[in-house]
């Protein structure tokens, strides 16, 4: 790579305004480069939506936000305003509720330890929380062993290591003359939380983000241990208030978005990219590329192709049921409740295996937020289910509604009406095939929930967004936006900016 083309102002061509590449985009932008955004659809924020009819408004996409300082940290490097002037953003409290498939319940206070483990004894029996506090221990200890390689830095060139080692200090398990550890998220929840229930609530975190829990390394430990450790966050109004926020910050900083506009494939010059080729025959020249898109969206081969392990395949998607009730939300409603799968074997073999679909975990949002509703006399509730990518309509709405009533009693007698989001809508939102969303990026596993680099085949070509590193997911998305920024602006020798 040409060093003037590393330290100088540049233009710098953006395929996609998802939240990764409006992330790069603006701290490009602050850099001094000049962006511009090639979005294929007529808005920004790629799978954060929203739904709006009859004065109620539902989120599409994400309902909550974990990590908030991923994006506190892209409002400080890029603006005066911080974050929270920009949006309002609300600790949910508690955490979340969990209805199991025996009946009991518990709510987990947000961020406490000692909130959570007095919770799960008085709900599950002495002993529970101390093994969930234990847990959440061994946790922090893979979080602090990945943080930086899976958030904060760069991929590094020897990948293969975060590939092989799992990080998670798993407990060794004596079984008859054989002593194991534990490798999944299913080992642990069976021979380290020793509760069906316990399980279900570790289970749920992978779930949530399409991985199955059988398969799943240990590592995926850190998943409610980020929740845990900074909390479960709402922003007032929706979360399509943070793309809204993250939008604006670009325009604020000059970065120009072209909206309607493809992005057909990267024009390549002298061994290097050199702008973009849209679906209406024209090119727009740069000097750098970054893409932010999956990478079947873009015929390129060297868009798919960064260094590190291949692309991921095969992910879940989701089906969400939007529902408009009449009555107002109640006073101490929980603003999310996981009610688990009466058959989580069933669950599990329908969605990641050759069974028929059976009715899954629903997480049933609730928010308590005026701005999503026409009066304080109707409540606007969200239904999300992990699903297969590319599976049919809205055939399992039906199912979801019935499974939230434990939840929710009398749900069904509020409704007014229903709206379904399937696969093939978030397909259309996001250009994924099928509908997929892609996790963020989990070490051991042989390198199955690792992600390319944000490096391309091609000199001058990036990959930000949930399909590269580290992986889907807000905050992991919106950090490959700073790693992208930081590769280009200081160089490959760039190696994170924490
Ligand atoms: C239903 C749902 C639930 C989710 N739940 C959670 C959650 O609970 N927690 C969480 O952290 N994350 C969740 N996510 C994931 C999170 O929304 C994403 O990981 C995050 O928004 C990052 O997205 P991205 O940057 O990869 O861009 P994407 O959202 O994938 O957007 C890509 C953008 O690129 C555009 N594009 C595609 N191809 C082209 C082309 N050829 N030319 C021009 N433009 C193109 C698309 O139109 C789109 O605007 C959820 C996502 C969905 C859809």
């Known amino acids: 790579m040409a060093v003037d083309k590393v330290a100088g102002m540049g233009r710098i061509a953006v395929i996609g305004a998802g939240m990764g590449a409006m992330a790069a985009a603006a701290r490009l932008a602050v850099a001094g480069h000049r962006v511009t955004v090639y979005e294929r659809t007529d808005t920004y924020g790629g799978g954060v939506r929203r739904f709006e009819r009859d004065g109620f408004a539902f989120d599409t996409g994400p309902g909550l936000l974990p990590l908030p300082a991923v994006y506190r940290d892209l409002f400080v490097k890029t603006g005066k305003e911080p974050l929270e002037d920009c949006v309002e953003l609300v600790q949910v409290d508690p955490s979340a509720r969990h209805v199991f498939a025996d009946g009991t319940q518990v709510s987990l ?21 101390q093994r969930w506090g234990d847990f959440l221990v061994r946790a922090r200890e893979a979080w602090d062993r990945t943080r930086r390689p899976l958030l904060e830095e760069p991929l590094w060139p020897n990948w293969q290591v975060l590939a092989e080692r799992e990080p998670y200090p798993s407990v060794p398990h004596k079984k008859l003359l054989r002593t194991r550890r534990a490798a999944t998220v299913t080992e642990i929840g069976a021979w380290e939380l020793r509760d069906e229930r316990l399980a279900a609530v570790l289970e749920s975190h992978a779930l949530a983000y ?22 479960t966050w709402y922003v007032r109004g929706g979360m399509r208030e943070l793309a809204r926020a ?59 192709a960064g260094g590190g392990p291949a692309p991921r395949r095969c992910l879940p998607s989701r089906l969400t049921v ?17 009610v688990h799968a009466a058959d989580r074997a069933a669950e599990l073999e329908g969605l990641f295996g050759s069974a028929p679909a059976a009715p899954g975990t629903v997480t049933v949002l609730r928010p308590d937020d005026p701005a999503l509703v026409p009066d304080a006399g109707h409540e ?11 599976s049919g309509g809205p055939g399992g709405a039906e199912d979801m509604i019935t499974v939230a009533e434990r939840a929710v009693p009398g749900l069904r007698d509020r409704l007014l009406w229903q709206e379904v989001r399937t696969p093939a809508d978030i397909a259309a939102e996001t250009g994924s095939a099928s509908g997929a969303v892609p996790p963020p990026a989990l070490a051991a596993a042989a390198g199955a929930l690792l992600y390319p680099a944000n490096t391309g085949a091609l000199p001058g070509l990036f990959t930000a967004g949930g399909w590269s590193h580290p992986g889907g997911g807000l905050p992991h998305a919106g950090m490959s936006g700073a790693l992208v920024a930081g590769l280009i602006v200081e160089g490959p020798e760039f190696r994170g900016s924490q």
């Open 109 to 129: 206070p947000n961020a406490s330890r000692a909130g959570v483990v007095t919770a799960l004894d008085e709900a599950l029996g002495a002993g529970a929380g």
């Open 210 to 231: 399409g991985l199955d829990p059988r398969t799943a390394p240990a590592s995926a430990a850190v998943l409610p241990y980020l929740e845990h450790a900074f909390g």
């Open 246 to 304: 993250l939008y604006e910050r670009c325009v604020q900083r000059r970065v120009g978005f072209v909206f309607g506009a493809e992005v057909t494939g990267v024009l390549e010059k002298d061994g290097r990219a050199a702008g973009v080729e849209l679906a209406d025959g024209s090119v727009a020249e740069a000097d750098f590329v970054v893409a932010g898109v999956a990478p079947e969206a873009l015929s390129h081969p060297a868009a798919r």
């Open 322 to 338: 939007l529902l408009a009730l009449r009555g107002g939300r109640p006073e101490g409603a929980v603003h999310r409740t996981v």
């Open 380 to 390: 606007a509730v969200a239904l999300v289910s992990t699903v297969p990518a590319g």
